[in-house]
């Protein structure tokens, strides 16, 4: 791997994957949302790991997809390297994934942050989809993640301007789930990612599915395919070990069973 570094057992059941090119403010190249894509389909099948934690560096989680390279290509050549398929990809993932956002998380990097479950961000983190200023529009889903968390009115602002938030505004708006001392901005993730790690693997993958579903489908189906998930959850070990634990006034041990 080229442009990040993955280690699967940064904390027991979480892995950290970190955007390394600090250079080009992490600019996402297409290697580097390939092997984005490669590793992130592996960790997903490794039992050992729960939570998945995406980082880039203080200064910048993400600038974007990397302007140079998209810069002479045309339709065609866009068309051909099919990028969206890695970011559809990276959307099916079936672990929780949390973004530790630090600096600038624009364009892309604002995209691929939102295409995560949950953002923890420091002080520091800059958001928005600056795509306009260089004569286009967010192209991985910041039309659509961003209008439904931050509403209409902000998300047309942004897209239209190209102006960015601050990680406070992005609380206030809800596209973050808390802000934090730059210092501690990964401490907070991870501690956040073990929280998540402490619960049954198996319901948390469940209840994250219901909870994407609800974006998609219609109240009446959403309320279906939860019931479903609900009811598959009493075949599992960590049904009866998280029910029997409460009951015998013990932690529980879940093991993914
Ligand atoms: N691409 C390539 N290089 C970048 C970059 C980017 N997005 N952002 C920064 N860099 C490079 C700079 O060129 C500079 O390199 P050198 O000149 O030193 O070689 C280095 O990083 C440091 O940047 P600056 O010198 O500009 O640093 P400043 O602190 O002055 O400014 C900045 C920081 C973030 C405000 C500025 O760098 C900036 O405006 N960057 C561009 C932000 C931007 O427009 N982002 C949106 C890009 S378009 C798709 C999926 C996704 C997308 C498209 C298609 N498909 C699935 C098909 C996404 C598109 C985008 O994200």
């Known amino acids: 791997m080229e442009f990040i570094k993955v280690n699967k057992a940064y904390v027991k059941h979480i892995a950290l994957i970190q955007l390394n090119r600090p ?3 992490n600019a996402l190249n297409l290697q580097l949302m390939g092997e984005i894509r490669d590793n992130l389909k592996e960790l997903d099948q ?30 065609i050549d866009m068309w ?3 990028q969206f398929s890695t970011w559809d990809q990276i959307n099916k ?19 691929l942050a939102m295409t995560c479950d949950m953002i923890v961000a420091s002080e520091t983190a800059q958001f928005g989809q600056p795509e306009i200023k260089i004569g286009v529009m967010p192209g991985a889903g910041g039309t659509q993640r961003l209008t439904k968390a931050l509403g209409k009115a902000k998300a047309m602002e942004l897209v239209l301007t190209g102006k960015f938030i601050s990680a406070e505004e992005a609380y206030d708006y809800g596209l973050v789930n808390k802000v934090v001392p730059t210092e501690v901005y990964l401490k907070e993730t991870v501690a956040l990612a073990s929280e998540i790690a402490a619960m049954s693997p198996i319901a948390v993958q469940m209840a994250k599915e219901a909870v994407k579903r609800s974006f998609e489908v219609p109240l009446e189906e959403g309320l279906h395919f939860e019931r479903k998930n609900f009811y598959m959850l009493f075949s ?3 049904q009866k070990e998280g029910m029997n634990a409460f009951v015998e006034k013990r932690k529980p041990d879940f093991k993914g069973r």
């Open 23 to 25: 250079k080009e403010l």
């Open 46 to 75: 490794d039992d050992e790991v729960r939570v998945i934690i995406i980082t880039g560096d203080e200064r910048a989680f993400a600038a974007g997809a990397d302007i140079k390279q998209m810069a002479g290509k045309s339709t």
């Open 80 to 82: 051909k390297v099919d």
């Open 93 to 111: 993932t079936r672990k929780p994934i949390i973004a530790a956002v630090s600096g600038f998380a624009l364009g892309g990097g604002c995209e």
């Open 236 to 238: 599992s070990e960590d």
